[in-house]
């Protein structure tokens, strides 16, 4: 069973800022991308941000300039710094973790993980 856990949701005004951690057991070396989505109610999921195994981050256009994902040196846990926070941007914030292509990583751990998520709320 793969460990994937995220923490650091919680409640704040508008403008406020949150930091939300995902770690992970498995080896970086079959770690091919980790990114961040998120679930409004009674909306689809989305992506926010993420970062490739070589350090490459991305972000949605609607957070641009206000989220920024990055992750420890052992590359076992990724961060999303949550900052100008709007209401819109309440919802359940989820980590998801593609393992490298290849029979070595692929076998070991499978292809695609989420974790459980946790919840952002924002007040205006």
């Known amino acids: 069973q793969v460990q994937l856990e995220e923490s650091g949701g919680g409640s704040v005004q508008a403008g406020g800022s949150l930091r939300l951690s995902c770690i992970t057991d498995v080896d970086d070396y079959c770690i091919l991308d980790m990114s961040w989505h998120r679930q409004a109610p009674g909306k689809e999921r989305e992506f926010v941000s993420g970062?490739?195994?070589?350090?490459?981050?991305r972000a949605a256009d609607s957070v641009k300039g206000r989220f920024a994902t990055s992750r420890n040196n052992r590359k076992d846990t990724v961060f999303l710094q949550l900052s100008s926070l709007k209401p819109e941007d309440t919802g359940v914030y989820y980590c998801?973790?593609?393992?490298?292509?290849?029979?070595?990583?692929?076998?070991?751990?499978?292809?695609?993980?989420w974790g459980q998520g946790t919840q952002v709320t924002v007040s205006s």
């Open positions: 998801k973790l593609e393992t490298r292509p290849g029979t070595y990583c692929r076998e070991r751990y499978g292809d695609i993980y």
């Open positions: 970062i490739d195994h070589l350090g490459r981050a």
